[in-house]
Structures are given as structure tokens and as C-alpha cells.
């Protein structure tokens, strides 16, 4: 199995412009994470997603932030407009019946609004 | 994340041994988690220990899980350069029929020769 993907591995773009990511999860896997590492706040939960139906988006920063699942092998996550302060690595993780079997996170997206 | 503390950095020799300290604070975490990240990549799951155990061993590895005080440690045994990495240690925590992780901000270990 290839792993979880991500794609791009980087992104540099202005501020206000629509960035989208993307993630395929490992086949098979039932849970779907998207995370972000900052510096300042370490790695934060932004939703999850099982059996492709987002279950806690409470991580969500705000509105500017949107997660699909529209199957099992594919999700998005879309910041529109984008601002310099989500700059970040963001990162998908996918796992089989949930965390407790832990999970595998793709390489990540380096994202840079500037 | 902040409810699961790690300290920050940790250098060692190389050949000698590392200890990774963290410290949780949800008793109801059915497992806790030791994850290790390298320059540009994701999270890599080295091990974990269900909260019924005290000490899990892997090779090099070796986890100590207290408890009483909600304190997990990872211990390296003859520490390589390449361990060089961020440790990050994670729980889980019961939460709407399923289980949330929660992650330090991770240990970045250094190791010199």
C-alpha cells in the first residue's frame, strides 16, 4: 500500500485566493483526520471524518475552512479566502476502527500565504 | 494539545540512552501513544500501550506508563543519530462513541555524536 497521500506537498499562494488539499486515505481505513502543525500550537485536530460523514469539526478555525469526504478514497480540505495566518503544515491521517488501533499520516502539505 | 505536556528538547550522545517524559490528564485514555516525526514528513507510529499495562518493551524501546501519576515515558536504548526526530506523545480520549487523539507539542530529540 502506497500510504496515505497528500497532495500538493507544497503550496504557495497569495492571500484571498482559494487553496484546496487533497488526501487519499489508505484503502480500508474507516477514519479520516485532517490536522495542522504550527510553531505556536502544535499539531491541532481540525475534523474527522467516518465512513466519509464528518463527525467533529469543532477544530474548524472558522468558517473560512471547509472538509469533504465524498468517498472512501478521497477528501478536501478548502480555505477560502486564504490569510497569512494559515500558514501551516497540514496533515491527513487515516485509520481502521478508529484511533485506538493508532493511525498513518501522509507527508503532509507545507501551505504559505503570502 | 495542551493538556498533554512534553518538554520541548532533549540532547544525548550518541550510544547512550534517551528518556522522553510526557504527562496526560485524562484518566478515562484507554491508550497513549509514542509517535516519531522526521524532517519534512508526517507522524510514524513507534508504539503504544494500553492504560491496563506498565511496561511495554520493543527493541530499543521501551514504555513506562505510570498511571497513578498520568506519566508515560519513552526510553531509546543505545540512541542513534538516526533518532534525531520529533517524538510526540498522544492519548486517546473518549468522546462521542469513538476516541479523539490528543497530541504534546513534542520532544525534539538531538543527537550528537
Known amino acids: 500500500d502506497a500510504g496515505v497521500i497528500q497532495s500538493p506537498r507544497h503550496e504557495v499562494t497569495e492571500m484571498g485566493q482559494e487553496v484546496t488539499l487533497r488526501c487519499k486515505p489508505i484503502?480500508?481505513?474507516?477514519?479520516l483526520f485532517w490536522y495542522r502543525q504550527t510553531m505556536m500550537r502544535g499539531l491541532e485536530l481540525l475534523i474527522y471524518?467516518?465512513?466519509?460523514?464528518?463527525?467533529?469539526d469543532s477544530g474548524m478555525p472558522e468558517d473560512r475552512f471547509s472538509a469533504k469526504m465524498p468517498n472512501a478514497s478521497f477528501s478536501t480540505l478548502k480555505i477560502q479566502p486564504s490569510e497569512p495566518r494559515d500558514s501551516a503544515v497540514y496533515f491527513c491521517?487515516?485509520?481502521?476502527?478508529?484511533?485506538?488501533?493508532?493511525?498513518?499520516f501522509g507527508s503532509g502539505t507545507r501551505l504559505t500565504v503570502v | 494539545g495542551e493538556d498533554v505536556e512534553q518538554s520541548l528538547f532533549l540532547s544525548v550522545r550518541e550510544g547512550d540512552s534517551s528518556v522522553i517524559n510526557c504527562t496526560y490528564t485524562?484518566?478515562?485514555?484507554?491508550?497513549l501513544y509514542w509517535y516519531k516525526q522526521e524532517p519534512g514528513a508526517g507522524l510514524q507510529l513507534l508504539t503504544y500501550?494500553?492504560?491496563?499495562?506498565d511496561m511495554k518493551q520493543d527493541q530499543r524501546l521501551t514504555v513506562l506508563l505510570n498511571k497513578k501519576d498520568k506519566h508515560l515515558s519513552l526510553r531509546i536504548a543505545d540512541t542513534q543519530t538516526g533518532d534525531s526526530a520529533i517524538y510526540f506523545c498522544?492519548?486517546?480520549?473518549?468522546?462521542?462513541?469513538?476516541?479523539?487523539?490528543?497530541f504534546g507539542r513534542g520532544t525534539s530529540l538531538i543527537v550528537h555524536p
Open positions: 471524518f467516518n465512513n466519509n460523514v464528518p463527525i467533529d
Open positions: 485524562d484518566s478515562s485514555s484507554t491508550y
Open positions: 491521517a487515516s485509520s481502521f476502527k478508529g484511533f485506538n488501533y493508532g493511525y498513518t
Open positions: 498522544a492519548e486517546s480520549r473518549p468522546s462521542g462513541g469513538s476516541y479523539i487523539p490528543t
Open positions: 484503502s480500508g481505513h474507516d477514519y
Open positions: 500501550i494500553f492504560s491496563n499495562m
